[in-house]
């Protein structure tokens, strides 16, 4: 009965494979942060005026120079006005324009910012991505964007 029940938890947990799902960014290096006046970071947000500030400060972490561009995709909250108290310093902040034909939310956001980038390096990041300090940008660029691939911090409730 105790190892027929183990086996049913076993099938249902499986699938779900917990320690395969990264989402939370680790720093590659301790060191001082390198010169980031080559990256923009494109934040596409709408209505996350809850969660940019956490972003926006982690960004700022991240090394000098590093230029932000977010998209306030017609946030109905304070999205922009709580992302420009919270990183004032290579932050731009652009009012998204009504979507149009042809076009979905998200990428009409980053059609927006990208736009806006004279950067080489572009990494697109949502706008609830906390990342660890001083993020290595350097073997995983493929032409103009960043490449990294994430791992989420799990908390288990038992």
Excluded: C, Y
């Excluded at 076993?10 to 720093?27: D, F, H, K, N």
Aim: no cysteine; glycine share 8%.
């Amino acid at each position: 009965m105790v190892a027929g029940s183990f086996l049913w938890i076993a099938l249902l947990l499986v699938p779900w494979r917990p320690w395969s799902t990264r989402e939370r960014l680790e720093p590659e290096d301790e060191g001082t942060g390198r010169n980031l006046s080559n990256v923009t970071v494109l934040v596409p947000a709408r209505n996350e005026a809850a969660v940019i500030e956490r972003t926006l400060s982690a960004l700022g972490n991240q090394g000098p120079g590093l230029q932000v561009i977010l998209v306030d995709d017609q946030s109905t909250d304070e999205t922009a006005s709580v992302a420009l108290s919270e990183l004032a310093t290579g932050l731009k902040v652009i009012k998204g324009k009504p979507l149009p034909s042809g076009w979905t939310g998200k990428l009409w956001a980053l059609e927006q910012g990208w736009r806006n980038t004279n950067t080489e390096l572009v990494l697109l990041l949502d706008a609830d991505i906390e990342l660890e300090p001083r993020i290595d940008h350097g073997p995983l660029t493929h032409g103009n964007f960043l490449g990294k691939t994430a791992r989420a911090r799990l908390r288990l409730f038992f």
